[in-house]
């Protein structure tokens, strides 16, 4: 199967079917309530600076697509309304294009996002297999990204048929390419959650982005998919680190930048992020219907939804600014609570602060 022909199957599959896993363990995270705020609601600043760029608030788009026509108009509308909110942007893997450099139109939105932070996107196995820095560069310059996130995929890959299997030397080869590269390189998983042993090898790169368990789940539209072995697919639905447990053990890995991601819904789940160590955080699925039906009014709207929801947990917790968050108390409870046990994490730290 073409590489296009797979991801309009995933597109697909994503608009019609459930594919997110079965806990959402954002949940089981809540604010203590700050009765006496001292701020002004009109006064709150959302706004940060992420690789050098300006967002009005700490969120992005995650990456989707490119590749066909179909990803063109996604792309462009997603784009129109991260340039009318003020956020940024991830672009799907961007492997159909260096594949076939005829296709670069698919992924070229700049022209209509002048402003956005643009984030390009390319699988750990393209480059076990062979790809170099050109490559790389050529996928960030060609539609004028900002930098690079190489997607660590490993759980989707095994869940495919046809899945690239190739993740030997992907340390030496991300410390290579951080070597060469012009721009920043941030590791991304795609929903299965990235473990303190593992970003404390990644420590090198400009940030990770954890995409956790909680959202999207890509053996689950892999089921929907597969034929063969659909029975161990769907085994692994539910595979994977907890988005706010991984961003609590990405916190002290000493790594630079952490991005939360995997089933982050609303601007509270943001705060949340933000509160256990994430600087941003990005959303695929919720956005992927309104690109489709290119309703970029929509996309508008709810993305302001979002950043009202951000700015009235900052408001509750007393926030002058995003970063006011990262020293604010929670109650982590349930399953999330249990698992953050049994990884020996302090939770004291969260909860008295
Ligand atoms: C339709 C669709 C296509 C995706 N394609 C990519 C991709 O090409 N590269 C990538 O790194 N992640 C890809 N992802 C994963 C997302 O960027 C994100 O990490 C994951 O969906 C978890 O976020 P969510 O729960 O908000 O959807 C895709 C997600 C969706 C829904």
Redesign the pocket.
């Known amino acids: 199967m073409t590489t296009e022909r797979r991801k309009f199957e995933?597109?697909r599959i994503?608009l019609e079917e459930d594919v997110?896993s079965k806990y959402n363990y954002l949940e089981d995270l809540s604010f203590v309530h700050s009765a006496l705020p001292e701020i002004n609601f009109d006064e709150i600043d959302t706004g940060i600076k992420l690789f050098g760029k300006h967002l009005s608030f700490p969120l992005f788009i995650?990456?989707?697509?490119g590749g066909t026509d179909e990803a063109l108009k996604i792309n462009k509308s997603l784009a129109k309304a991260c340039q009318k909110t003020g956020i940024g942007m991830?672009l799907?893997?961007q492997r159909a294009m260096i594949e076939d450099n005829s296709l670069t139109y698919t992924y070229d939105i700049r022209k209509y996002a002048k402003d956005i932070l643009l984030i390009g996107?390319i699988?750990l196995p393209q480059f076990v297999k062979g790809y170099t820095e050109k490559e790389a560069i050529y996928a960030v310059e060609a539609v004028k990204a900002d930098m690079l996130?190489v997607?660590l995929?490993s759980l989707q890959e095994v869940s495919q048929p046809e899945g690239d299997l190739f993740f030997k030397d992907g340390i030496s080869i991300l410390r290579g390419l951080k070597e060469k590269l012009p721009f920043p390189l941030i590791a991304?998983?795609?929903?299965a959650g990235i473990s303190k042993e593992t970003a404390e090898k990644l420590t090198f790169l400009d940030g990770v982005?954890v995409?956790g368990l909680?959202?999207?789940s890509w053996s689950a539209v892999e089921y929907y998919r597969s034929s063969e072995y659909k029975e161990t697919v769907k085994r692994l639905w539910n595979w994977g680190i907890p988005t706010p447990l991984s961003i609590a053990e990405c916190r002290t890995s000493g790594v630079k930048i952490i991005i939360g991601?995997?089933?982050?819904r609303t601007g509270f789940d943001i705060a949340k992020c933000i509160a256990l160590g994430a600087q941003a955080c990005?959303?695929?699925?919720?956005f992927?219907k309104l690109a489709v039906e290119e309703n970029v009014d929509g996309l508008v709207q709810k993305i302001e939804t979002i950043k009202r929801e951000f700015k009235i947990a900052m408001f509750l917790n007393s926030c002058q600014s995003p970063s006011d968050l990262r020293n604010r108390p929670l109650f982590l409870t349930g399953d999330l609570a249990k698992l953050m046990h049994q990884r020996g994490m302090d939770f004291h730290y969260f909860n008295y602060r």
């Open positions: 995933h597109i994503c997110q995650s990456a989707m697509t991830g799907g893997s996107n699988g996130a997607h995929n991304k998983e795609t929903g982005d995409a909680g959202g999207t991601s995997g089933g982050v990005g959303i695929a699925l919720p992927l």
